[in-house]
């Protein structure tokens, strides 16, 4: 086989160009961190790739879907707890008016702060959070509490906001108001402020069991949404320990080795000016140079 000079030195530039395309990938693993850039580099590592960003992406979903259960959950804790407050705050009133020491005058300002509070328990029962009713079941766009009406517009809606939280776990967020806030409980206060107001003949202390009945109820709701509560911190942690295993997994599969990078781009220069060198006396002086 005849070898020509021609030949000599298009094989050179091939392997010389090759080289160039090799470096130009080990810089840009160097530049972007990653093993590849486009699908053709490595289909197996692109194809894993979209699997676990889908993965990943489920996992950051979650995340966000307890954010927003939080919200809904500490929210109506806060809501519950206020609302407590303002029935301990009516059972001491009560007490208070059975003192047969009292007279109507002072039964009546009483009765004006039973009106207050109960006017306070409406807005708390219409706690809106983010635009949305959180004590009216799954009908979040409207409230749950009218008190403007007799006997008062009180929501039946029992239907839970469910949540998903995990792969397959569906968590409730909100209570159910017709535990809480209740016909029975506007109309124990109702009564109340009619014997205050002298319309009724109902001996006050017979109040202070019902109201004694609304508080356990609020107590007990507020209990069973605690224990969702502490259900919700522990699939936080489970979630976020499969946020930090999603991204560890991703980062194996698609970033590159930074070291074992920067090494083979050094090799990969000492090849190139080996090859230059090798190159440059390849091309020796051909018949044109002496000629000149």
């Given at each position: 086989?005849?070898?020509?000079?021609?030949?000599?030195?298009?094989n050179?530039?091939?392997?010389?160009?090759?080289?160039y395309?090799?470096?130009?990938k080990?810089?840009?693993?160097?530049?972007?961190?990653?093993?590849?850039?486009r699908?053709?580099?490595?289909?197996?590592?692109?194809?894993?790739?979209?699997?676990?960003?889908?993965?990943?992406?489920?996992?950051?979903?979650?995340?966000?879907?307890?954010?927003?259960?939080?919200?809904?959950?500490?929210?109506?804790?806060?809501?519950?707890?206020?609302?407590?407050?303002?029935?301990?705050?009516?059972?001491?009133?009560?007490?208070?008016?059975?003192?047969?020491t009292?007279?109507?005058?002072?039964?009546?300002?009483?009765?004006?702060?039973?009106?207050?509070?109960?006017?306070?328990?409406?807005?708390?029962?219409?706690?809106?959070?983010?635009?949305?009713?959180?004590?009216?079941?799954?009908?979040?766009?409207k409230?749950?509490?009218?008190?403007?009406?007799n006997?008062?517009?009180?929501?039946?809606?029992?239907n839970?906001?469910?949540?998903?939280?995990?792969?397959?776990?569906?968590?409730?967020?909100?209570?159910?108001?017709?535990?809480?806030?209740?016909?029975?409980l506007?109309?124990?206060?109702?009564?109340?402020?009619?014997?205050?107001?002298?319309?009724?003949?109902?001996?006050?202390?017979?109040?202070?069991?019902?109201?004694?009945?609304?508080?356990?109820s609020?107590?007990?709701?507020?209990?069973?949404?605690g224990?969702?509560?502490?259900?919700?911190?522990?699939?936080?942690?489970?979630?976020s320990?499969?946020?930090?295993?999603a991204?560890?997994?991703?980062?194996?599969?698609?970033?590159?080795?930074?070291?074992?990078?920067?090494?083979?781009?050094?090799?990969?220069?000492t090849?190139?000016?080996?090859?230059?060198?090798?190159?440059?006396?390849?091309?020796?002086?051909s018949?044109?140079?002496?000629?000149?």
């Amino acid at each position: 086989m005849r070898v020509t000079q021609s030949m000599l030195s298009n094989n050179m530039l091939r392997h010389i160009s090759q080289s160039y395309q090799q470096m130009d990938k080990t810089q840009e693993q160097l530049s972007t961190g990653k093993k590849i850039s486009r699908p053709s580099d490595d289909p197996v590592v692109a194809m894993k790739g979209m699997s676990y960003r889908t993965n990943l992406t489920e996992v950051e979903q979650y995340k966000r879907n307890l954010s927003e259960a939080y919200n809904w959950m500490e929210n109506s804790d806060s809501a519950l707890d206020k609302a407590t407050s303002a029935m301990q705050r009516i059972r001491e009133l009560t007490v208070q008016a059975s003192n047969g020491t009292l007279d109507d005058s002072q039964k009546l300002m009483i009765e004006k702060e039973v009106g207050q509070l109960k006017e306070h328990l409406g807005a708390i029962a219409n706690t809106q959070v983010a635009g949305k009713y959180i004590f009216n079941g799954n009908d979040t766009t409207k409230a749950p509490v009218d008190l403007s009406t007799n006997p008062p517009t009180l929501s039946t809606n029992e239907n839970p906001v469910n949540i998903q939280m995990s792969k397959g776990i569906d968590v409730a967020v909100n209570i159910n108001p017709t535990h809480v806030f209740n016909q029975d409980l506007f109309k124990n206060i109702s009564d109340l402020e009619d014997t205050l107001k002298g319309n009724s003949t109902t001996p006050i202390n017979d109040f202070l069991g019902k109201l004694d009945k609304n508080i356990d109820s609020l107590v007990a709701e507020r209990a069973e949404l605690g224990a969702r509560n502490n259900r919700l911190e522990l699939i936080d942690d489970r979630v976020s320990e499969q946020e930090v295993i999603a991204n560890r997994i991703l980062s194996d599969n698609e970033d590159a080795d930074i070291e074992k990078v920067i090494t083979d781009l050094k090799m990969q220069e000492t090849v190139q000016r080996a090859a230059l060198s090798v190159g440059a006396r390849i091309i020796q002086p051909s018949l044109m140079d002496f000629l000149r």
